[in-house]
């Protein structure tokens, strides 16, 4: 692996200045730039014929400027004057240090910052290496850049980025291979047991009241669906133990308006789903699409009389069928091992972490956040330990007894 600081001096990597100029030695005809609020346009314009993940979708981050208005700056690469590779990212405070990090934070998974395809063949490090000394350059301020929660490649082709000095992250992302449709991914994944629960779920929905799959399709099934979900998380969280990391009203702003912009497409890159029973929503999913491979971004159930028959798993099953017959190749339940992916998948990709520090206490929090990964792999590859853990958790949060199909997404 490449050391991307190797010109850490100690204080901070040798400055570029913010403005494009010319990259040394093979990388004659490349250019790097850092802008701010100005860059979003550019980026969106990259963006169309770019090959991106989810989170750096044009979509994205421009949703997420507008309504978090985050300290932001767009770095790009261009080749002969046109972009080659860009990361949109925004700096945020991690106690008294400053952080560049994707856009989203937590919310951003699977990370595969646009670049453009034919770029990436030549995975020019030197480049990349420019890009992160023009950040340092243009931002004194900044301490660490953190890129977590990286693809190691995207529909096949590498990610530039793991190039840099990388580890592993500490969750994996589960996903299922739809090879041959559904009914070809049941024989190979317990079919007859899922399908027997499935029927014995809809006769207890149907003992009260009829029940029905949902995709939003305008502003306001958007808004009763996330209302929805947001509530449930809220209780789920709190019952857990843990901080509610949607809790925040600039970050329900940005989903309300993510997956509402999405319905003007053909194609909607991000789609909301649910279940209703007895006219009340049981379970909602909030998905994203990635040329074939669609993404479970989060999910949620209601904590009420019907918690107990899994309404998530009911709705799961419904989304893949659906998925399976929408042409989809793959159905990724993004970062998290938990039990209910694990009767699904048999995909398991490892995600990696750049950190690359700017000053010296960058340097100490890059080393804490290596160390705090490890500590946290090491904690939920052990199920004894995980599970005390997650026990320990409720009962700070005064639950004992362990949540439904409980989960952090």
């Not at 039990?339 to 998948?345: A, D, E, H, Q, V």
Request: one cysteine or more.
């Amino acid at each position: 692996m490449v050391d991307a600081t190797a010109s850490f001096d100690g204080k901070r990597l040798a400055a570029i200045q913010a403005s494009s100029r010319a990259l040394p030695g093979h990388t004659a005809g490349l250019s790097v730039s850092v802008a701010a609020a100005e860059g979003l346009a550019a980026y969106a314009a990259f963006c169309r014929s770019a090959l991106y993940a989810p989170a750096q979708s044009a979509a994205w981050v421009l949703t997420w400027a507008a309504e978090v208005k985050p300290d932001l700056l767009i770095a790009t690469l261009e080749l002969e004057g046109r972009p080659a590779f860009a990361v949109a990212l925004e700096v945020v405070k991690r106690g008294p240090l400053r952080v560049a990090q994707f856009m989203g934070g937590r919310h951003a998974n699977g990370n595969f910052a646009a670049a453009e395809p034919q770029w990436l063949a030549s995975g020019d490090i030197t480049a990349i290496r420019s890009m992160l000394a023009a950040i340092a350059g243009s931002r004194p301020d900044v301490d660490l850049i953190a890129l977590e929660r990286l693809l190691p490649d995207l529909d096949g082709i590498a990610n530039p980025l793991a190039s840099l000095d990388h580890f592993a992250s500490p969750n994996l992302s589960l996903a299922v291979d739809l090879s041959g449709g559904f009914d070809a991914l049941l024989l190979r994944a317990s079919g007859k047991r899922k399908r027997k629960k499935h029927r014995s779920q809809t006769r207890k929905f149907e003992a009260v009241g009829s029940h029905r799959r949902i995709e939003a399709r305008s502003a306001d099934e958007v808004e009763r669906l996330l209302d929805a979900f947001f509530e449930m998380k809220e209780q789920r969280f709190r019952k857990m133990g843990i901080a509610n990391v949607f809790g925040d009203d600039r970050t329900r702003a940005f989903f309300r308006g993510l997956f509402t912009q999405a319905l003007a497409e053909d194609k909607p890159c991000f789609v909301l789903h649910g279940l209703e029973v007895a006219g009340k929503l049981r379970a909602v999913t909030g998905s994203s699409r990635s040329g074939r491979r669609l993404i479970c971004e989060f999910g949620a159930i209601a904590e009420d009389e019907l918690a107990n028959t899994s309404p998530g798993d009911f709705l799961f099953f419904d989304n893949i069928q659906n998925a399976c017959q929408s042409g989809f190749a793959v159905y990724d339940f993004s970062v998290g091992d938990e039990p209910y992916k694990r009767l699904w998948c048999d995909i398991e990709t490892q995600h990696f972490e750049v950190l690359v520090p700017l000053t010296l206490k960058g340097r100490a929090l890059g080393q804490a956040l290596r160390q705090g990964a490890r500590l946290k792999a090491f904690v939920k590859n052990s199920p004894t330990i995980w599970k005390l853990a997650k026990m320990l958790r409720r009962k700070a949060a005064g639950q004992t007894a362990p949540l439904p199909t409980e989960d952090e997404h």
